[in-house]
């Protein structure tokens, strides 16, 4: 019976035990559930560089510089020295030092005041996060709150805390921010004197302010220094060499370098402290000096801004990112970001256009298009220089740049198919825009910016496949698959037309010359002279250039030729001279085939003259040639026959041109001899059904409001008619030559317009006419 009683009474003291240990337990548990400690301290955002070089810093939200300090940047000298300084046995207790509890109670109590401390750093870092009046209440609540950070923490990101959040004085908080504001270092390149000097400035800020107080700093380091010597922790070496070490500390201004791309990180990824960037610093600054060298020469002739992108064609990495020529020129507009405001791209949409061109087996590059003044719907391009050349081939008109050809090529494939292609690529204004863009936008009817050219360029380095450009050292990992704009094929035939050099777009003087970088590029001029481009690409890197003015101020002189390349020129000189990345190799569907020189067709028996043309096995067009065709005439070559109308005897078969309509008027126009086929038989009682006239002027179902003026008539024809006939309602209005012009009044209301030639072939038209009252 005793022993039953002695049992059940060391099992009660053997259950209170329990429900003391646990009592307390589940009491902290439920305070942490119910009053949660939040950790959510506000740090400035650093923007750094490839090499984890500071680029830029920006004040946290409280307008405090409380720069984040990473796990990694917490050498093992500054962790031991901060440790010999505030917490030695900082990694054997939970958050509590009891030993230093009771110490400094006792004293506190001996001397009627407070004399001595307890705080371990964990909760000094509460008192970081929560500041509270010095009570024992406070005090109270500081261990239940550095328990519950004990908790959910570990011990290196407790001290992680604690350094983000160390005060030093006016607006400065956080070792990582005295070491680049007092030092112009990061921590990890910081000296033990340096360290320890940081080290004590917290517990006496108003006394021990860097810069101004240094001589009096000097002595408590050595102190501290002496004392460390004392204990041991560092090596007597180290610690002579830290006693004699002079203090170079003052204020600085904070980090500022790259600002466009800096403030464009920062708005972009608000929420994390260190945004670790692709930006090579070396390349940044190399191109940042070489821009606003270069527009410091353009000032005299008006123009006044810059932008550059270089992009890594390897990584797709951004290593140089220059927004303007000089971001501190408030007068010319300095801090916008040229790289990503919208400007008309001019011509430089043109490769793309050709390239989808090749993809699609309409041409290929000795393929031959008209470059003679053209009509589209009311639409009428020019040309850069207002000059045509008749009959070119597609690689002409690319280097050349020419603008009716890429007007026809366009309508062809139909702005809305090209429009898709742009799309894909990420041009996001002319996704906004597409729904009203037409021909024009081959020519710089829209909108886009340098980094989406750039990025685009980038594509036919990259074998036509396209990716977005990585800003971040984690984008490497993330990025998405490549997507295939056009085929590698298709890169392979625009870069080699971008990389002749017998070409307009060359600057002056940079022909046979070593400054003459071996890339492909393209130039743009916008309308109104208010934009120069050129974008160039080699193996290794795209740099697309931008120079104009921001206030949209057009200049004569300004042009993607003469004004923009020779900065591409020197970029390239710059990052890349003498490459010895090699050249890209031909597709794996690339073939070699002959030619006729005139058309860039397969050649027929009459072509004579062939040529080597690159092209896209079972895709390119394979048409046999029709440059010249078979005419019937009589023997004096003064008449031509068709079939209906061949006489028995007295005639013979010849080869003629097989020239366009509208390059025979262009020819007529301009007086240029050609071959003519004779005029056909005028006893033929044939009518002919195909081929008539074409009426360039008006346009059909336009609306024309006049004012006392009058319209112009004209047409084209086929090469074997000699007089048109122009009626209006159905009434002669005259009778002339194919190429004369015609004018006229027109009376109000709906108009007909007819145009027949000497063959009875006949067109018509109608359009709206408002008379101004």
Same mark, same amino acid.
């Given at each position: 019976m005793l022993e039953v009683v002695k049992k059940s009474s060391f099992q009660r003291i053997f259950n209170l035990r329990n429900g003391l240990l646990i009592s307390p337990l589940i009491l902290f548990f439920l305070l942490d559930i119910f009053f949660p400690f939040r950790v959510k301290p506000s740090y400035s955002t650093l923007v750094t560089a490839a090499d984890g070089s500071v680029l830029h810093a920006f004040l946290n939200k409280e307008d405090k510089w409380r720069i984040y300090t990473e796990l990694d940047e917490i050498t093992p000298i500054l962790?031991?020295?901060?440790?010999?300084?505030?917490?030695?046995?900082?990694?054997?207790?939970?958050?509590?030092?009891?030993?230093?509890?009771?110490?400094?109670?006792?004293?506190?109590?001996?001397?009627?005041?407070?004399?001595?401390?307890?705080?371990?750093?964990?909760?000094?870092?509460?008192?970081?996060?929560?500041?509270?009046?010095? /009570?024992?209440?406070?005090?109270?609540?500081?261990?239940?709150?550095?328990?519950? %950070?004990?908790?959910?923490?570990?011990?290196?990101?407790?001290?992680?805390?604690?350094?983000?959040?160390?005060?030093?004085?006016?607006?400065?908080?956080?070792?990582?921010?005295?070491?680049?504001?007092?030092?112009?270092?990061?921590?990890?390149?910081?000296?033990?004197?340096?360290?320890?000097?940081?080290?004590?400035?917290?517990?006496?800020?108003?006394?021990?302010?860097?810069?101004?107080?240094?001589?009096?700093i000097i002595s408590e380091r050595n102190k501290w220094l002496k004392r460390f010597e004392q204990t041991g922790v560092f090596k007597q070496?180290?610690?002579?060499?830290?006693?004699?070490?002079?203090?170079?500390?003052?204020?600085?201004?904070?980090?500022?370098?790259?600002?466009?791309?800096?403030?464009?990180?920062?708005?972009?990824?608000?929420?994390?402290?260190?945004?670790?960037?692709?930006?090579?610093?070396?390349?940044?600054?190399?191109?940042?000096?070489? /821009?606003?060298?270069?527009?410091?020469?353009?000032r005299s002739i008006n123009i006044h801004n810059a932008a550059v992108l270089v992009v890594n064609n390897q990584t797709l990495n951004v290593e140089a990112y220059v927004g303007s020529a000089d971001f501190q020129?408030?007068?010319?507009?300095?801090?916008?970001?040229?790289?990503?405001?919208?400007?008309?791209?001019?011509?430089?949409?043109?490769? %793309?256009?050709? !390239?989808?061109?090749?993809?699609?087996?309409?041409?290929?590059?000795?393929?031959?298009?008209n470059d003679v003044p053209t009509n589209f719907g009311g639409f009428e391009p020019e040309n850069f220089d207002r000059h045509f050349n008749g009959k070119v081939t597609v690689e002409f008109a690319l280097a050349n740049s020419l603008n009716i050809p890429a007007v026809k090529v366009l309508k062809d494939i139909s702005p809305s198919v090209f429009i898709e292609y742009l799309k894909k690529a990420d041009f996001q204004t002319i996704k906004k825009q597409s729904k009203d863009l037409g021909l024009s936008m081959i020519l710089g009817g829209c909108g886009v910016t340098l980094e989406e050219l750039t990025r685009l360029f980038a594509s036919f380095a990259n074998q036509g496949k396209i990716q977005p450009l990585h800003y971040l050292q984690s984008n490497e990992k993330t990025t998405k698959p490549a997507e295939v704009l056009i085929s590698a094929e298709a890169s392979y035939l625009i870069t080699n037309i971008l990389t002749q050099i017998t070409r307009?777009?060359?600057?002056?003087?940079?022909?046979?010359?070593?400054?003459?970088?071996?890339?492909?590029?393209?130039?743009?001029?916008?309308?109104?002279?208010?934009d120069a481009w050129s974008i160039g690409y080699n193996q290794h890197y795209t740099v697309g250039v931008w120079i104009g003015n921001f206030s949209g101020t057009g200049v004569p002189e300004l042009n993607g030729a003469n004004i923009a390349t020779p900065l591409l020129f020197d970029i390239f000189n710059a990052i890349d001279y003498n490459s010895p990345k090699g050249w890209f190799r031909p597709a794996a569907n690339i073939i070699s085939r002959k030619v006729c020189a005139e058309s860039g067709d397969a050649p027929n028996s009459f072509c004579n003259h062939q040529i080597i043309d690159y092209a896209i096995? !079972?895709?390119?067009?394979?048409?046999?040639?029709?440059?010249?065709?078979?005419?019937?005439?009589?023997?004096?070559?003064t008449l031509s026959y068709c079939s209906q109308c061949l006489p028995d005897t007295g005639f013979q078969r010849k080869l003629y041109p097989n020239l366009s309509p509208e390059l025979i008027a262009y020819n007529e126009s301009k007086q240029i001899p050609y071959v003519k086929i004779p005029s056909h038989n005028p006893y033929c009682t044939r009518i002919f059904q195909a !081929?008539?006239?074409?009426?360039?002027?008006?346009?059909?179902?336009?609306?024309?409001?006049?004012?006392?003026?009058?319209?112009?008539?004209?047409?084209?024809?086929?090469?074997?008619?000699?007089?048109?006939?122009?009626?209006?309602?159905?009434?002669?209005?005259?009778?002339?030559?194919?190429?004369?012009?015609?004018?006229?009044?027109?009376?109000?209301?709906?108009?007909?317009?007819?145009?027949?030639?000497?063959? !009875?072939?006949?067109?018509?038209?109608?359009?709206?006419?408002?008379?101004?009252?």
């Open positions: 962790r031991q020295t901060i440790l010999q300084k505030e917490d030695k046995y900082f990694y054997y207790h939970f958050g509590i030092n009891p030993f230093a509890l009771a110490k400094a109670a006792v004293n506190n109590l001996l001397r009627q005041r407070r004399v001595s401390g307890a705080s371990t750093i964990t909760m000094q870092v509460v008192r970081l996060l929560e500041p509270r009046k010095r /009570t024992y209440t406070s005090k109270m609540i500081e261990v239940f709150r550095a328990t519950q %950070l004990e908790v959910h923490y570990s011990k290196d990101e407790i001290l992680q805390l604690y350094l983000n959040l160390v005060p030093y004085g006016s607006n400065i908080e956080g070792m990582k921010s005295a070491s680049l504001l007092y030092f112009g270092k990061l921590p990890q390149l910081l000296s033990l004197a340096e360290i320890t000097t940081l080290a004590i400035i917290p517990n006496r800020p108003s006394s021990l302010r860097l810069g101004k107080n240094n001589g009096f070496r180290d610690i002579e060499d830290a006693l004699q070490e002079p203090l170079n500390a003052y204020r600085r201004e904070a980090p500022k370098k790259a600002p466009h791309w800096a403030i464009r990180m920062q708005k972009e990824h608000k929420n994390t402290p260190i945004v670790h960037t692709t930006l090579l610093a070396n390349r940044q600054i190399q191109a940042e000096q070489i /821009t606003k060298n270069y527009v410091n020469r353009l020129n408030i007068f010319d507009g300095g801090q916008v970001d040229g790289i990503r405001a919208v400007r008309s791209p001019g011509s430089t949409l043109k490769p %793309l256009l050709y !390239g989808v061109a090749f993809d699609r087996g309409l041409l290929s590059p000795k393929s031959t298009l307009p777009d060359l600057p002056n003087n940079f022909d046979n010359t070593y400054h003459l970088p071996r890339i492909a590029w393209k130039t743009g001029t916008s309308y109104g002279k208010k096995m !079972g895709i390119s067009p394979s048409r046999k040639c029709q440059h010249l065709k078979w005419v019937f005439t009589n023997k004096n070559e !081929g008539g006239p074409t009426i360039t002027s008006p346009n059909d179902g336009s609306e024309y409001f006049l004012d006392d003026q009058q319209m112009q008539l004209s047409c084209q024809v086929s090469n074997d008619v000699t007089m048109v006939y122009w009626y209006v309602n159905d009434k002669l209005v005259e009778k002339t030559k194919p190429q004369s012009p015609v004018f006229f009044s027109p009376p109000p209301g709906k108009v007909k317009i007819s145009c027949s030639d000497d063959r !009875g072939r006949n067109s018509d038209i109608y359009i709206n006419v408002t008379i101004a009252k």
